[in-house]
Protein backbone atom coordinates (compact mmCIF):
# COMPACT_ATOMS: atom_id res chain seq x y z
CA UNK A 1 0.00 0.00 0.00
CA UNK A 2 1.50 3.69 -0.79
CA UNK A 3 1.92 5.61 1.61
CA UNK A 4 2.25 9.64 1.88
CA UNK A 5 0.63 12.78 2.49
CA UNK A 6 -0.61 12.52 -1.17
CA UNK A 7 -1.18 9.80 -2.80
CA UNK A 8 -2.44 8.93 -6.62
CA UNK A 9 -3.44 5.60 -7.11
CA UNK A 10 -3.75 4.88 -10.96
CA UNK A 11 -4.93 7.91 -11.35
CA UNK A 12 -6.29 8.66 -15.02
CA UNK A 13 -8.19 11.81 -16.56
CA UNK A 14 -9.92 11.69 -20.19
CA UNK A 15 -11.45 14.33 -22.39
CA UNK A 16 -12.80 12.65 -24.94
CA UNK A 17 -9.99 10.20 -27.20
CA UNK A 18 -7.49 11.90 -25.17
CA UNK A 19 -5.63 10.68 -22.33
CA UNK A 20 -4.18 13.79 -20.06
CA UNK A 21 -3.78 11.45 -17.07
CA UNK A 22 -2.70 7.80 -17.92
CA UNK A 23 -2.88 5.79 -14.66
CA UNK A 24 -0.48 7.64 -12.58
CA UNK A 25 0.17 5.98 -9.37
CA UNK A 26 2.73 7.58 -7.00
CA UNK A 27 2.98 8.90 -3.11
CA UNK A 28 4.60 12.67 -2.51
CA UNK A 29 6.03 12.40 1.27
CA UNK A 30 6.53 15.17 3.96
CA UNK A 31 10.11 16.83 4.29
CA UNK A 32 11.08 17.57 0.86
CA UNK A 33 10.20 19.47 -2.04
CA UNK A 34 8.74 17.02 -4.74
CA UNK A 35 8.77 18.17 -8.46
CA UNK A 36 5.92 17.34 -10.85
CA UNK A 37 8.65 17.16 -14.10
CA UNK A 38 7.24 17.58 -18.19
CA UNK A 39 6.50 19.80 -21.10
CA UNK A 40 3.06 21.58 -20.94
CA UNK A 41 0.77 18.56 -22.24
CA UNK A 42 2.72 15.84 -19.50
CA UNK A 43 -0.25 16.06 -16.86
CA UNK A 44 1.29 18.13 -14.54
CA UNK A 45 -1.83 20.66 -14.02
CA UNK A 46 -4.30 18.17 -14.60
CA UNK A 47 -3.05 15.65 -11.77
CA UNK A 48 -3.17 19.19 -9.33
CA UNK A 49 -6.62 19.69 -10.26
CA UNK A 50 -7.63 16.27 -9.66
CA UNK A 51 -5.51 16.39 -5.74
CA UNK A 52 -7.69 19.79 -4.92
CA UNK A 53 -11.06 18.36 -6.55
CA UNK A 54 -11.13 21.33 -9.58
CA UNK A 55 -11.18 18.22 -11.50
CA UNK A 56 -13.17 14.66 -11.09
CA UNK A 57 -10.90 11.59 -12.08
CA UNK A 58 -11.91 9.59 -15.01
CA UNK A 59 -10.73 6.64 -12.73
CA UNK A 60 -8.54 5.89 -10.09
CA UNK A 61 -8.07 8.18 -7.37
CA UNK A 62 -5.92 11.32 -5.82
CA UNK A 63 -6.22 11.90 -2.18
CA UNK A 64 -4.52 14.21 0.40
CA UNK A 65 -4.21 13.64 4.05
CA UNK A 66 -5.68 10.20 3.53
CA UNK A 67 -8.86 11.86 2.32
CA UNK A 68 -10.54 13.13 -0.82
CA UNK A 69 -9.76 17.07 -1.13
CA UNK A 70 -13.80 17.83 -0.60
CA UNK A 71 -13.88 15.96 2.67
CA UNK A 72 -10.88 18.02 4.46
CA UNK A 73 -12.66 19.61 7.29
CA UNK A 74 -10.64 22.64 6.93
CA UNK A 75 -9.20 23.15 3.41
CA UNK A 76 -7.54 26.33 3.78
CA UNK A 77 -5.65 25.29 7.08
CA UNK A 78 -4.64 21.90 5.92
CA UNK A 79 -3.77 22.48 1.83
CA UNK A 80 -2.93 24.91 0.19
CA UNK A 81 -2.82 25.39 -3.53
CA UNK A 82 -1.81 27.57 -6.50
CA UNK A 83 -2.88 26.64 -9.80
CA UNK A 84 -3.50 28.88 -12.46
CA UNK A 85 -2.89 32.69 -12.13
CA UNK A 86 -4.25 33.12 -8.46
CA UNK A 87 -6.28 36.26 -8.93
CA UNK A 88 -8.64 37.28 -6.95
CA UNK A 89 -12.15 39.35 -7.45
CA UNK A 90 -10.53 41.99 -10.02
CA UNK A 91 -12.45 45.08 -8.06
CA UNK A 92 -11.10 43.77 -4.73
CA UNK A 93 -7.58 44.63 -3.23
CA UNK A 94 -5.01 42.40 -3.00
CA UNK A 95 -5.65 43.58 0.73
CA UNK A 96 -8.94 43.00 0.55
CA UNK A 97 -9.25 39.80 -1.39
CA UNK A 98 -6.79 37.47 1.61
CA UNK A 99 -8.98 39.61 4.61
CA UNK A 100 -11.86 38.13 3.22
CA UNK A 101 -10.72 34.58 2.73
CA UNK A 102 -9.61 34.76 6.51
CA UNK A 103 -12.75 35.34 7.72
CA UNK A 104 -14.22 33.07 5.78
CA UNK A 105 -11.63 30.60 7.06
CA UNK A 106 -11.07 31.73 10.88
CA UNK A 107 -7.92 32.77 9.91
CA UNK A 108 -6.60 35.84 12.39
CA UNK A 109 -6.88 38.76 10.41
CA UNK A 110 -2.94 39.26 11.60
CA UNK A 111 -2.71 36.70 9.12
CA UNK A 112 -2.66 38.24 6.41
CA UNK A 113 0.10 40.62 7.49
CA UNK A 114 2.52 38.19 7.80
CA UNK A 115 1.56 36.71 4.10
CA UNK A 116 2.36 39.68 2.64
CA UNK A 117 5.34 40.33 4.34
CA UNK A 118 6.56 36.43 3.85
CA UNK A 119 5.89 36.85 -0.40
CA UNK A 120 7.01 40.38 -0.95
CA UNK A 121 3.44 41.79 -1.76
CA UNK A 122 3.32 44.68 0.56
CA UNK A 123 4.25 47.21 -2.74
CA UNK A 124 1.51 46.50 -4.51
CA UNK A 125 -1.07 44.85 -1.31
CA UNK A 126 -3.44 48.15 -1.39
CA UNK A 127 -3.67 47.75 -5.82
CA UNK A 128 -7.02 46.05 -7.04
CA UNK A 129 -6.22 42.81 -8.60
CA UNK A 130 -7.60 43.96 -11.93
CA UNK A 131 -4.64 45.87 -12.17
CA UNK A 132 -1.51 43.51 -10.59
CA UNK A 133 1.69 43.59 -12.97
CA UNK A 134 1.91 39.52 -13.69
CA UNK A 135 4.67 39.64 -10.69
CA UNK A 136 1.81 40.94 -8.25
CA UNK A 137 -1.06 38.25 -9.44
CA UNK A 138 2.03 35.57 -8.75
CA UNK A 139 2.68 36.49 -5.31
CA UNK A 140 -1.29 37.19 -4.47
CA UNK A 141 -1.72 33.75 -5.35
CA UNK A 142 0.94 32.47 -3.25
CA UNK A 143 -0.25 34.87 -0.44
CA UNK A 144 -3.09 32.99 -0.72
CA UNK A 145 -1.74 29.47 -0.92
CA UNK A 146 0.02 30.12 2.08
CA UNK A 147 -2.61 32.29 3.97
CA UNK A 148 -4.02 29.34 6.04
CA UNK A 149 0.03 28.22 7.40
CA UNK A 150 -1.37 24.86 5.58
CA UNK A 151 0.76 21.06 6.20
CA UNK A 152 0.52 20.82 2.22
CA UNK A 153 1.63 22.83 -0.16
CA UNK A 154 0.33 22.25 -3.99
CA UNK A 155 2.16 24.85 -6.28
CA UNK A 156 1.91 25.12 -10.36
CA UNK A 157 4.36 26.98 -11.84
CA UNK A 158 5.03 28.78 -8.87
CA UNK A 159 7.83 30.61 -10.14
CA UNK A 160 6.21 32.15 -13.32
CA UNK A 161 6.54 35.64 -14.32
CA UNK A 162 8.70 36.32 -11.53
CA UNK A 163 12.27 38.07 -11.44
CA UNK A 164 15.43 36.67 -9.86
CA UNK A 165 14.59 38.13 -6.25
CA UNK A 166 11.24 36.78 -6.11
CA UNK A 167 12.55 33.06 -7.74
CA UNK A 168 14.92 33.09 -5.03
CA UNK A 169 12.29 33.77 -2.59
CA UNK A 170 10.19 31.10 -3.58
CA UNK A 171 12.59 28.69 -3.36
CA UNK A 172 13.85 29.73 0.26
CA UNK A 173 10.09 29.60 0.95
CA UNK A 174 9.57 26.01 0.39
CA UNK A 175 12.43 24.90 1.14
CA UNK A 176 12.30 26.43 4.51
CA UNK A 177 8.83 24.62 4.32
CA UNK A 178 10.20 21.17 3.45
CA UNK A 179 12.72 21.14 6.82
CA UNK A 180 9.35 21.97 8.77
CA UNK A 181 8.41 18.72 7.81
CA UNK A 182 5.48 19.69 5.53
CA UNK A 183 4.72 18.55 2.05
CA UNK A 184 5.76 20.86 -0.90
CA UNK A 185 4.62 19.26 -4.42
CA UNK A 186 5.38 21.63 -7.47
CA UNK A 187 5.21 21.79 -11.15
CA UNK A 188 7.91 22.79 -13.48
CA UNK A 189 8.66 22.49 -17.09
CA UNK A 190 12.39 20.70 -18.35
CA UNK A 191 13.71 24.03 -18.41
CA UNK A 192 12.11 25.52 -15.45
CA UNK A 193 15.20 25.12 -13.31
CA UNK A 194 13.04 22.79 -10.63
CA UNK A 195 16.26 21.08 -9.61
CA UNK A 196 17.75 24.01 -8.19
CA UNK A 197 14.54 23.86 -5.63
CA UNK A 198 13.26 19.83 -5.50
CA UNK A 199 14.82 17.23 -3.59
CA UNK A 200 12.55 14.45 -5.64
CA UNK A 201 11.06 14.02 -8.87
CA UNK A 202 8.19 12.58 -10.38
CA UNK A 203 8.74 12.77 -14.19
CA UNK A 204 5.77 12.82 -16.70
CA UNK A 205 5.28 12.84 -20.38
CA UNK A 206 2.20 12.84 -22.17
CA UNK A 207 0.47 11.49 -18.98
CA UNK A 208 2.52 8.90 -18.10
CA UNK A 209 5.02 8.40 -15.39
CA UNK A 210 8.52 8.03 -16.83
CA UNK A 211 10.14 8.30 -13.16
CA UNK A 212 9.81 8.79 -9.63
CA UNK A 213 13.21 8.81 -8.43
CA UNK A 214 16.08 11.74 -6.66
CA UNK A 215 16.60 14.41 -8.36
CA UNK A 216 20.63 13.69 -7.92
CA UNK A 217 19.80 9.83 -9.58
CA UNK A 218 18.48 11.76 -12.42
CA UNK A 219 21.05 14.01 -13.24
CA UNK A 220 23.68 12.18 -11.65
CA UNK A 221 23.95 8.85 -14.27
CA UNK A 222 24.55 10.98 -17.16
CA UNK A 223 27.16 13.45 -16.35
CA UNK A 224 29.99 14.11 -18.94
CA UNK A 225 33.40 15.09 -19.31
CA UNK A 226 35.28 18.13 -20.12
CA UNK A 227 39.01 18.04 -21.13
CA UNK A 228 41.20 20.42 -22.62
CA UNK A 229 44.39 19.60 -24.29
CA UNK A 230 46.59 20.70 -26.81
CA UNK A 231 46.91 17.89 -28.54
CA UNK A 232 42.68 17.72 -29.03
CA UNK A 233 42.93 15.57 -32.36
CA UNK A 234 45.26 13.18 -30.83
CA UNK A 235 43.03 12.37 -27.56
CA UNK A 236 40.04 12.51 -29.21
CA UNK A 237 40.77 9.77 -31.77
CA UNK A 238 42.26 7.81 -28.63
CA UNK A 239 38.58 8.80 -26.52
CA UNK A 240 36.76 7.27 -29.21
CA UNK A 241 39.01 3.86 -29.11
CA UNK A 242 38.31 3.39 -25.44
CA UNK A 243 34.61 3.66 -26.29
CA UNK A 244 34.21 7.44 -25.42
CA UNK A 245 31.65 9.50 -27.37
CA UNK A 246 33.50 13.21 -27.99
CA UNK A 247 32.39 16.26 -29.16
CA UNK A 248 34.63 19.31 -30.37
CA UNK A 249 33.45 22.27 -27.89
CA UNK A 250 33.47 26.40 -29.26
CA UNK A 251 36.50 26.99 -27.29
CA UNK A 252 38.54 24.09 -28.18
CA UNK A 253 37.91 21.63 -25.39
CA UNK A 254 36.77 18.10 -25.83
CA UNK A 255 33.07 16.99 -24.02
CA UNK A 256 33.14 13.25 -23.53
CA UNK A 257 30.05 10.92 -23.07
CA UNK A 258 30.52 7.43 -21.72
CA UNK A 259 33.71 7.27 -20.05
CA UNK A 260 34.08 8.45 -16.34
CA UNK A 261 37.07 11.75 -15.72
CA UNK A 262 39.19 8.67 -14.23
CA UNK A 263 38.88 6.64 -17.70
CA UNK A 264 39.88 10.06 -19.57
CA UNK A 265 42.59 11.05 -17.24
CA UNK A 266 44.23 7.43 -17.65
CA UNK A 267 43.53 7.45 -21.40
CA UNK A 268 45.48 11.10 -21.92
CA UNK A 269 47.91 9.53 -19.91
CA UNK A 270 48.29 6.54 -22.15
CA UNK A 271 48.44 9.34 -25.27
CA UNK A 272 51.08 11.47 -23.43
CA UNK A 273 48.54 13.93 -23.96
CA UNK A 274 49.15 17.06 -21.37
CA UNK A 275 45.37 18.13 -19.89
CA UNK A 276 45.15 21.47 -19.10
CA UNK A 277 41.42 20.91 -17.76
CA UNK A 278 39.22 18.18 -16.69
CA UNK A 279 36.11 18.27 -15.25
CA UNK A 280 33.03 16.49 -14.13
CA UNK A 281 29.82 18.31 -16.58
CA UNK A 282 26.56 17.14 -15.15
CA UNK A 283 23.91 16.94 -17.45
CA UNK A 284 21.31 19.97 -17.28
CA UNK A 285 17.76 18.81 -16.25
CA UNK A 286 16.57 19.34 -19.46
CA UNK A 287 18.91 17.00 -21.32
CA UNK A 288 18.09 14.45 -18.47
CA UNK A 289 14.40 14.90 -19.09
CA UNK A 290 15.34 13.83 -23.16
CA UNK A 291 17.46 11.65 -22.48
CA UNK A 292 15.09 9.80 -19.82
CA UNK A 293 12.08 10.34 -22.69
CA UNK A 294 14.01 8.63 -25.44
CA UNK A 295 15.30 5.51 -23.31
CA UNK A 296 11.30 4.72 -21.88
CA UNK A 297 10.05 5.46 -25.47
CA UNK A 298 8.64 8.77 -24.33
CA UNK A 299 7.93 11.40 -27.08
CA UNK A 300 8.67 14.73 -25.02
CA UNK A 301 8.25 17.74 -26.94
Known amino acids: MLCGVIVLDALTKRYGSHVAVDGVTTAVRPGRVTGLLGPDGSGRTTIMRCVVGLT ?17 ARPLREV ?9 RPHRTAYQHLRALAQSNAIPARRVDE ?10 AHERVRGLPSAGARRLGLAVALLGDP ?42 GLEETADHLVVLDRGRLLADLPVADLLGGGAGVRVRTPRAPLLATALREAGGRVALEVDGALRVDGLSAQEVGDVAYLTEAPVHELAVVPLTLAEAYLALADETGGAAT
Open 80 to 88: GALIGDGAG
Open 115 to 124: VIELVGLGSV
Open 151 to 192: EVLLLDEPVTGLGPGGVRMVRELLRDYAEQGRTVLLSGHPSS
Open 56 to 72: RPTSGSAVVLGRRYRQL
